[in-house]
């Protein structure tokens, strides 16, 4: 089944950067679409980046070119560099794979903060 494991989160000050990673398995990763969602506190889950199996990518507004999505296939691990952070980009980010739209991570947690 799908499997995918998010990490790299953690407490950064505005204007700071942080690289998330997902780890994918249980399926042929290489010919699926990825995908990071962000769920904040008392909001819906909502799409952030998405990248295709062809390496086309595709970005929510609000990420105004400070974020970029990349995917390594031979180590089956699609990337968020997310650069000038906001206290607004605080949230849980989640991969999803396109294989599954309903399968979840455990997310990580980003927190932006003075």
């Known amino acids: 089944q799908v499997q995918l494991v998010e990490s790299g989160g953690g407490l950064v000050q505005p204007g700071g950067s942080l690289r998330l990673s997902c780890l994918a398995s249980?399926?042929?990763?290489?010919?699926?679409?990825m995908s990071w969602y962000r769920q904040a506190p008392g909001k819906e889950r909502e799409l952030v980046a998405t990248?295709?199996?062809?390496?086309?990518?595709n970005y929510a507004d609000f990420v105004e070119g400070r974020f970029t999505i990349s995917r390594t296939n031979v180590l089956k691990t699609v990337y968020l560099q997310m650069n000038s952070l906001k206290p607004e980009d605080t949230a849980v980010y989640y991969c999803n794979a396109h294989v599954n739209r309903n399968s979840w991570g455990q997310g990580t947690q980003v927190t932006v903060s003075s």
């Open positions: 249980g399926f042929t990763f290489r010919i699926y679409g």
């Open positions: 990248i295709s199996a062809g390496y086309t990518t």
